[in-house]
């Protein structure tokens, strides 16, 4: 990948900047660009993700955190939640044919964008800024099965949360979004860890020019929150994820 890997510097300016915007992991994007598009090996693929994801999530983390929004409570409950699928999705990783891995992630990106696309979400600032954790009791089995999918395929659960925690926790956008950003920043953590530990190794000149991209469109992504229409920007990421979905499936024949 080294002829090319500059190119992961925009790639990665434009993906932290739409990810930290919607509260989104960035894995759901940054997994197809290096299976496709850089065609480094699934546990190459996966491991390099996560840290890549780890730099931006942390930026945009830090800059959540400066404006007081995030139920650090909450995310710190989703994270341990986690953990075991995280150990499990890294497991079955290694069981996985570059074919296979492509059809699930491609299933995967569809799901996701049909789960953005059905989810009716108030776009108002309504909600409360904080939740009461014995809420969250019913929702921790699913929290911890998609943790599978983030350790397996590196697709952080934002996805998922925003819409859980919007519809269910009645958690106010900005601070779901938020949430979000923080508890993926710590399942980015632990699944690397996991990996590293399982053998994997990244890709070196990746993270060279990834991770500063990731990290300035970390700090633009809470900007564009508070200036674009919040509708806009959910109906551009089931765009791209419609797309991505439908080319990772037909690339996995």
Request: hydrophobic share 55%; with cysteine; glycine share 10%.
């Amino acid at each position: 990948m080294s002829d090319s890997a500059f190119m992961a510097f925009p790639t990665g300016m434009l993906i932290a900047t739409l990810v930290s915007a919607v509260g989104i992991g960035g894995g759901i994007l940054w997994m197809p660009v290096f299976l496709l598009f850089f065609h480094l090996p699934p546990e190459t693929a996966v491991i390099t993700s996560l840290l890549v994801q780890t730099a931006g999530m942390g930026s945009g983390s830090a800059a959540f955190i400066r404006k007081r929004v995030v139920d650090l409570r909450l995310a710190g409950c989703l994270l341990l939640l986690t953990l075991p699928g995280l150990g499990l999705g890294a497991l079955l990783t290694r069981q996985l044919t570059p074919a296979h891995l492509e059809l699930v992630l491609g299933i995967l990106t569809l799901t996701t964008a049909f789960l953005f696309v059905s989810t009716s979400q108030p776009y108002a600032e309504t909600g409360t800024d904080r939740v009461s954790l014995h809420r969250l009791r019913r929702y921790g089995a699913i929290v911890s099965g998609l943790a599978v999918a983030s350790g397996m395929l590196s697709i952080s659960m934002g996805e998922w949360l925003v819409p859980l925690m919007r519809s269910r926790l009645d958690l106010r956008m900005r601070a779901a979004v938020a949430t979000s950003i923080v508890t993926i920043f710590g399942t980015c953590v632990a699944g690397s860890a996991i990996h590293l530990v399982l053998g994997a190794s990244a890709d070196v000149s990746a993270l060279i020019w990834a991770v500063p991209g990731v990290l300035i469109g970390g700090q633009i992504g809470p900007r564009v929150t508070e200036r674009l229409n919040e509708r806009l920007l959910k109906d551009v990421f089931i765009f791209l994820l419609t797309l991505v979905g439908i080319h990772l499936i037909y690339n996995s024949y």
